[in-house]
């Protein structure tokens, strides 16, 4: 196992079949850098175009059509002491009638933060208004993350789909392990979009857009059935990411997927899989901004242990 240190030069725009950046084996960790949004890096620099340039792909040598790969996202540390977003909510995300209210101007509709990377804040960069001074805690996470997409398709960073993408999902931060179908030889794994900070939904389009440094350790699966969908683990829930418009195919995804996953790690059946769900399950929405939205649905691991272990407390 090794620890490769990437410094990239070329960014995509597309999760496709794209020359791999670097190759690494089974079990090795990767630490490179991601640049905002807008493509510009930790130096001020415009380096890459819009929307959402990625690092990578980075080649798994020995992973197949088939297989799983494993991604344990091990820190995202925005690496610069500014970031931006939108100052208003999307006007897909509230009724009709209330768009001409919120006097929404796309070509003035920016919010910029003073980010501090040590003491772990962003400081909303305004000096007057009921918010001048809002200071809130960071969570930094991945926007995009994923692996090429099947029959040799290239799909653009504004969207997700089985491949994973630009989810936008708040519990793709340190210490998640994420679960990929495999569709090409290599996986071809790219990450890229980080937030300082991001609310539920993406409801403005944006989080706290700002450049990172990013660790990740990756693993490969063999001999297991093929998932649809992808899968995470952050240490207290698992949890399945479905991908699509509208919302309640996106949920049908994610729903279907984790009803696999208990099927294949608890022995259930269908019906037990479900009952199980039925009362512990949450959902959570990872946006509804992009192309196709994004629906988390989330088990409690210690549901699952009580299963496992036969109810030993009634």
């Given at each position: 196992?090794?620890?490769?240190?990437?410094?990239?030069?070329?960014?995509?725009?597309?999760?496709?079949?794209?020359?791999?950046?670097?190759?690494?084996?089974?079990?090795?960790?990767?630490?490179?850098?991601?640049?905002?949004?807008?493509?510009?890096?930790?130096?001020?620099?415009?380096?890459?175009?819009?929307?959402?340039?990625?690092?990578?792909?980075?080649?798994?040598?020995?992973?197949?059509?088939?297989?799983?790969?494993?991604?344990?996202?091990?820190?995202?540390?925005?690496?610069?002491?500014?970031?931006?977003?939108?100052?208003?909510?999307?006007?897909?995300?509230?009724?009709?009638?209330?768009?001409?209210?919120?006097?929404?101007?796309?070509?003035?509709?920016?919010?910029?933060?003073?980010?501090?990377?040590?003491?772990?804040?962003?400081?909303?960069?305004?000096?007057?208004?009921?918010?001048?001074?809002?200071?809130?805690?960071?969570?930094?996470?991945?926007?995009?993350?994923?692996?090429?997409?099947?029959?040799?398709?290239?799909?653009?960073?504004?969207t997700s789909g089985p491949h994973g993408g630009n989810m936008d999902v708040r519990r793709l931060g340190a210490g998640a392990a994420v679960t990929f179908p495999v569709f090409v030889p290599g996986a071809s794994l790219f990450v890229g979009d980080a937030h300082a900070l991001q609310g539920d939904g993406e409801v403005s389009g944006t989080g706290i857009e700002i450049s990172a440094e990013v660790r990740l350790a990756v693993r490969v699966e063999k001999g297991r059935p093929p998932i649809g969908w992808p899968r995470g683990d952050d240490g207290t829930d698992l949890f399945t990411m479905g991908n699509a418009r509208p919302l309640d195919q996106a949920t049908q995804h994610a729903t279907t997927e984790m009803v696999r996953w208990l099927m294949e790690e608890l022995g259930l059946g269908a019906a037990d899989a479900g009952l199980l769900m039925s009362q512990t399950v949450r959902y959570e929405i990872g946006n509804v901004f992009d192309p196709a939205y994004t629906v988390v649905c989330r088990m409690p691991k210690s549901v699952l242990e009580a299963v496992r272990s036969g109810f030993p407390n009634g």
């Open positions: 196992m090794a620890t490769h240190h990437f410094d990239p030069s070329t960014f995509f725009t597309t999760f496709g079949p794209h020359e791999p950046v670097l190759e690494i084996e089974e079990g090795d960790t990767v630490v490179t850098r991601t640049v905002d949004a807008s493509g510009v890096d930790s130096e001020g620099r415009k380096v890459a175009p819009r929307p959402n340039p990625l690092t990578g792909p980075f080649r798994v040598a020995g992973a197949e059509p088939g297989d799983r790969l494993i991604v344990t996202i091990e820190s995202v540390r925005p690496d610069r002491g500014h970031g931006f977003g939108r100052a208003s909510l999307a006007p897909n995300v509230v009724d009709p009638e209330f768009v001409p209210e919120m006097g929404y101007d796309p070509r003035n509709d920016g919010a910029s933060w003073r980010v501090d990377t040590e003491g772990g804040t962003a400081t909303l960069d305004r000096d007057d208004g009921p918010l001048a001074g809002l200071t809130l805690r960071l969570a930094p996470m991945l926007g995009c993350i994923g692996v090429a997409p099947d029959g040799g398709e290239a799909i653009s960073t504004a």
